[in-house]
C-alpha cells in the first residue's frame, strides 16, 4: 500500500515499549487496523501481518453479528487470532513455574540461596541462622506477622548474635541491602510464588491486580516499580490495599 516502505517492516528504538504496538492496534469506530506493526507478539513478521489482519476481520464480523467457520478460514480459530495477544494455553501453563523468586532476586539468592527456600526445606543450621535474625516458621511463611525488626537494620548497625548468623547464612554487606530493600517481596514470593510468573502466563485475575496496583507488562518485564510500593499501607487508597491483599501481602509485611 506504500511504495516508498520498499518491503520495511516495523523495529522498536530505544525506549520504545510493547504497548506501543498495542497503540498501533487501537480501534476506531467501525475501523480496525491491521499490520505486523500491531501485532505485539509478532511484530517485524509476515506471520504477524497475516494473524492480525484476521484479528481485524473477525472483530468486525462480530461487531455485525456474522458468523465465522474457522473451516472458512482457519485464523478465524480463536487461539490462532489472538496469538498477537494472547501466548497460547499451552505456552502459559508451560511457563508458569518459569519465573520464581530465585529469577526474580538473582543477585542475593546467589549469595544467600536459603532466602527463598520453605521453612520446612531450611537445613537446621539455615533454620537457627534465620531463628537468630528473629524469624520463625510462621513469619517465615505466613502473612499475618511482622518482619523481625533486625531485617530493617543497616549492615554496620547490626547486633553481634544477628551479624555473625548473617555472615553463616552467605550474606555480605551489598546483598543484605539487596534484601533488605525487598524484604516484603522475599515473604510473598516464598508463600505465592505462581503471583511471579512472566506477565503473558498470570492468570487473568492475577495480571488484574497488578495492573490495579500500576503494573504493566513492560514495567513487569523490566522490574520498574510504580509508585504505591512507597507508599506507607495506611496511606494506600482501599483499591490498592485490596490488591495487594489478593496477592498476598499484609499490613504487616509490607
Known amino acids: 500500500a506504500r511504495p516508498l516502505a520498499r518491503g520495511a517492516w516495523s523495529a522498536g528504538v530505544l525506549g520504545s515499549r510493547s504497548e506501543d504496538l498495542d497503540a498501533l492496534a487501537k480501534p476506531l469506530p467501525?475501523?480496525?487496523?491491521?499490520?505486523?506493526?500491531?501485532?505485539?507478539?509478532?511484530?517485524?513478521?509476515?506471520?504477524?501481518?497475516?494473524?492480525?489482519?484476521?484479528?481485524?476481520?473477525?472483530?468486525l464480523l462480530l461487531e455485525r453479528g456474522v458468523p465465522m467457520n474457522p473451516d472458512t478460514w482457519p485464523l478465524f480459530d480463536e487461539s490462532l487470532r489472538m496469538s498477537c495477544d494472547i501466548f497460547p494455553a499451552?505456552?502459559?501453563?508451560?511457563?508458569?513455574?518459569r519465573r520464581n523468586c530465585k529469577l526474580l532476586f538473582p543477585r542475593p539468592v546467589a549469595a544467600v540461596p536459603s532466602l527463598v527456600q520453605s521453612?520446612?526445606?531450611?537445613?537446621?543450621?539455615?533454620?537457627?541462622?534465620?531463628?537468630a535474625l528473629g524469624w520463625?516458621?510462621?513469619?517465615?511463611?505466613?502473612?499475618?506477622v511482622h518482619i523481625p525488626p533486625v531485617m530493617w537494620e543497616k549492615w554496620d548497625a547490626l547486633p553481634w548474635r544477628a551479624y555473625t548468623a548473617a555472615l553463616k547464612l552467605g550474606?555480605?554487606?551489598?546483598?543484605?541491602?539487596?534484601?533488605?530493600?525487598?524484604?516484603?517481596?522475599?515473604?510473598?514470593?516464598?508463600?505465592?510464588?505462581?503471583?511471579?510468573?512472566?506477565?503473558?502466563?498470570?492468570e487473568d485475575s492475577t495480571r488484574a491486580h497488578w495492573r490495579t496496583l500500576g503494573w504493566n507488562r513492560t514495567s513487569w518485564d523490566l522490574q520498574v516499580a510504580p509508585s504505591s510500593p512507597y507508599q506507607k499501607w495506611r496511606r494506600l487508597p482501599p483499591d490498592l490495599q485490596a490488591a495487594h491483599l489478593k496477592l498476598g501481602f499484609r499490613p504487616g509485611v509490607w
Not at 499451552?90 to 513455574?97: A, F, K, Q
Not at 521453612?119 to 531463628?131: D, F, G, I, K, Y
Not at 541491602?177 to 522475599?186: K, L, S, V
Open 30 to 59: 467501525a475501523l480496525r487496523f491491521a499490520g505486523e506493526g500491531t501485532c505485539r507478539l509478532m511484530h517485524s513478521t509476515v506471520h504477524g501481518a497475516v494473524v492480525s489482519g484476521a484479528r481485524a476481520a473477525a472483530a
Open 90 to 97: 499451552s505456552w502459559r501453563i508451560r511457563h508458569r513455574g
Open 119 to 131: 521453612w520446612s526445606a531450611l537445613r537446621p543450621r539455615e533454620r537457627r541462622a534465620w531463628q
Open 136 to 144: 520463625t516458621s510462621l513469619s517465615w511463611d505466613h502473612q499475618g
Open 171 to 202: 550474606f555480605t554487606e551489598q546483598s543484605w541491602i539487596e534484601t533488605t530493600a525487598d524484604n516484603p517481596w522475599f515473604v510473598v514470593c516464598r508463600r505465592r510464588p505462581a503471583n511471579f510468573v512472566p506477565w503473558d502466563a498470570m
